[in-house]
């Protein structure tokens, strides 16, 4: 199953289990997904950051820069603060093409 199908539920959309105390969930601020962000296999502080301020899921992430959300571009995420970036609009200009699977921290990190 994919996590669209799981917008208005009240279960995270990897494990199927629902919020508690000490895994309380990530909610898109674009499309209302919740998920457990031990499920997004975030670490402690990028789970911090992401519950600090609006939060976008994979689907729905804009670039930071442009705020464009455009599918027919490559957007690399931050490993470190889950910024998205378009490879041109990220200073220095990330180098394509871009392997998705590798890990990347922004020049901000």
Request: hydrophobic share 25%; charged share 25%.
């Amino acid at each position: 199953r994919k996590c669209t199908d799981y917008n208005q539920n009240t279960t995270c959309c990897k494990c199927n289990r629902g919020p508690d105390e000490m895994d309380p969930f990530l909610i898109c601020m674009d499309c209302n997904i919740k998920v457990h962000p031990v499920c997004l296999e975030y670490w402690p502080e990028l789970t911090d950051r992401a519950q600090r301020g609006p939060w976008q899921c994979a689907n729905c992430k804009t670039c930071s820069v442009c705020d464009d959300h455009s599918r027919l571009k490559v957007l690399v995420i931050c490993d470190a603060c889950d910024k998205g970036y378009h490879p041109n609009c990220h200073a220095p200009p990330v180098p394509e093409p871009v392997d998705t699977d590798c890990a990347w921290v922004c020049q901000i990190c």
